[in-house]
């Protein structure tokens, strides 16, 4: 029988991908703080729980999607959560995108119980967790990895064990920091070509098909376009993340110049109300920069 799966943070990544689980054949009992996303598990076909401790009793692999390192914590750690909670011999994937070492820390707490850990990252946005073609980085042992592979697989496309516990955090920071450089060029360049009264779209498109074509053009090119910064990915967590490279970059002493001015634009909308829209607001700042 397929493992039964506790799912903790249904936001804008977890709701679809504990969907696609749904639709693998799994048994998924999800529990997350906003009642609506609770309702539109269980009209998936899912079940909702009413705490943590009540989803993650029965599990055989618990799989947490929360925003940020202080809430793994407190859904991990604490009378309630779910070390004192899943049963021994649990697997505990995490999936948010955290600082290498609280993954590290989590693992080496959870081996008291008897519990195994992964971090587990993902990129590929919001579309990417709706079509199920994730880039998953995992951190953790072999053996573990190859257990959760079938779920990895139900989730995702592209899906690498990186090294021991952290590596896929590390790997998700240096994600961060190339999609956020990748951005802002973007960004500048449509400044740039707008100013210039260059059309747009047939620039976007034919810049598309070269050298400086990507991913994040492909995606973001709408955004761009319509000026459209509904989340998609929040400015406070590109935030969350460009700190998190940062501080794993200097104590490793790798420079990251043109990565620490692309966190300081990002800093820069969030301390001006932009936090909730789109990454792809980095325009914003451009314009802003430019007087347009
Ligand atoms: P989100 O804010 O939409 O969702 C977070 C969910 O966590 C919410 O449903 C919230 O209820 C839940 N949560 C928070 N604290 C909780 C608690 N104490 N108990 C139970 N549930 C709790 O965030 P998101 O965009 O889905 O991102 C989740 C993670 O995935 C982040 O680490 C983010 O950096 C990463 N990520 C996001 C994207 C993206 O495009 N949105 C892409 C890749 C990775």
């Not at 696609?20 to 009209?43: C, H, M, P, Q, S």
């Amino acid at each position: 029988a397929l493992p039964k799966i506790a799912w903790i943070g249904l936001g804008i990544m977890g709701s679809p991908m504990s969907e696609n689980l749904i639709k693998a054949g799994y048994d998924v009992t999800g529990f997350t703080l906003e009642r609506e996303k609770l309702d539109r598990l269980a009209a998936a076909g899912g079940t909702a729980a009413g705490s943590i401790a009540e989803a993650v009793r029965d599990a055989d692999v618990v799989i947490t999607m929360v925003p940020a390192s202080p809430q793994v914590e407190a859904i991990a750690y604490g009378p309630d959560g779910i070390l004192e909670n899943a049963g021994s011999g649990a697997l505990l994937i995490d999936m948010s995108s955290i600082t290498p070492q609280t993954s590290i820390d989590l693992a080496k707490a959870a081996k008291d119980k008897g519990i195994r850990v992964l971090d587990a990252p993902v990129s590929g946005g919001e579309a990417g967790a709706i079509e199920a073609v994730l880039s998953i980085m995992v951190g953790g042992g072999q053996a573990d990895f190859d257990q959760a592979k079938p779920i990895f697989e139900a989730l995702g496309k592209t899906v690498v064990l990186c090294g021991p516990h952290g590596s896929g955090q590390t790997v998700k920071a240096a994600n961060q920091l190339i999609v956020a450089v990748n951005i802002q060029a973007c960004a500048e360049a449509v400044v740039f070509l707008e100013k210039s009264g260059v059309d747009l779209k047939a620039a976007l498109d034919v810049l598309n098909g070269g050298l400086a074509g990507s991913t994040v053009l492909t995606r973001k090119k709408d955004n761009f376009l319509g000026r459209d910064f509904k989340p998609g990915f929040r400015i406070d967590l590109h935030h969350k993340d460009m700190g998190i490279v940062t501080d794993a970059a200097r104590n490793v002493g790798a420079a990251l110049p043109v990565g620490a001015v692309v966190a300081q634009l990002v800093a820069s909308l969030r301390a001006q109300g932009d936090g909730g829209l789109d990454h792809s607001a980095l325009l914003r700042a451009v314009e802003r920069l430019s007087g347009a």
